[in-house]
């Protein structure tokens, strides 16, 4: 199946610093990736729907200026948590999918630690 | 309103059967996924009904009903490796996917 990359798989990090994750289709092109968020014993939740070469959807009560999407090309996305604070201590995911109806296949997620 | 609606929890015992359920009503449908996730990893497709009718890939099956709304996940001779969280996702007219809450697996000795 298609592979997906992210990185880093952790970062531990000081409040108020940045924090750059990394999602790459490797072996697709995605037209659209998706960012989501998960606290322990939680369902994942949608962040962002990020397009190429457009600005990202962010889901209601999502702060848009906090969560920076970049999607630059048909393979990579990054989410960039700016300023981060302890309760921004998540699991993120990303996903990407290989055309409209096509597959969803995610990465292997990013542990965010903010101390 | 879009709602995808599994069971919480469940158990089995190694080696026996069960199936996960999971309704769904949504706006339009353009297909139904099933997902493995194991704590503290992201989710691992495990695979994708578009049409009504039985999948069956090794242990694991999936089945659809489109007039009724209905998916269930069979998983066959359980491992103890198979306890995780297995999330069903519905993709909807606009193609965005709507998703459960996912079921938790145990698997007892």
């Known amino acids: 199946g298609a592979v997906v990359s992210q990185h880093p798989s952790w970062v531990i990090c000081k409040s108020g610093t940045s924090v750059k994750i990394e999602c790459r289709s ?3 092109q ?9 606290f322990p014993k939680q369902s994942l939740m949608l962040m962002a729907t990020s ?3 457009s600005k990202a959807t962010y889901e209601q009560g999502v702060e848009k200026d906090k969560f920076l999407i970049n999607h630059a090309s048909l393979t990579l996305s990054t989410l960039t948590v700016t300023s981060a604070h302890p309760e ?3 699991f993120y995911i990303c996903s990407a999918r290989t055309g409209d109806a096509g597959g969803l296949f995610f990465g ?3 542990q965010l630690s903010v101390l | 309103g879009q709602n995808i609606d599994q069971p919480t929890e469940m158990t089995a015992t ?7 359920n999971c309704t769904y009503q ?3 449908f353009n297909g139904l996924f099933w997902y493995q996730q194991h704590a503290g990893e992201a989710p691992t497709f495990l695979s ?7 999948e069956e890939k090794g242990r694991f099956s999936s089945f659809l009903s489109r007039s009724k709304g209905y998916s269930y996940l069979l998983l066959k001779e359980l491992q103890m490796k198979d306890s995780a969280s297995y999330l069903c996702a519905v993709m909807d007219s606009n193609y965005q996917l709507i998703w459960g809450a996912g079921t938790k697996l145990i698997i007892k000795p």
């Open chain 1, 26 to 28: 490797l072996d697709f």
């Open chain 1, 30 to 38: 995605a037209t659209t990736m998706f960012w989501y968020r998960q």
């Open chain 1, 51 to 53: 397009n190429e070469g």
């Open chain 1, 88 to 90: 921004d201590s998540s």
């Open chain 1, 108 to 110: 292997s997620g990013t």
């Open chain 2, 14 to 20: 190694e080696g026996a059967i069960v199936q996960i």
């Open chain 2, 26 to 28: 949504t706006s339009g």
């Open chain 2, 48 to 54: 994708y009904n578009v049409l009504d009718g039985l």
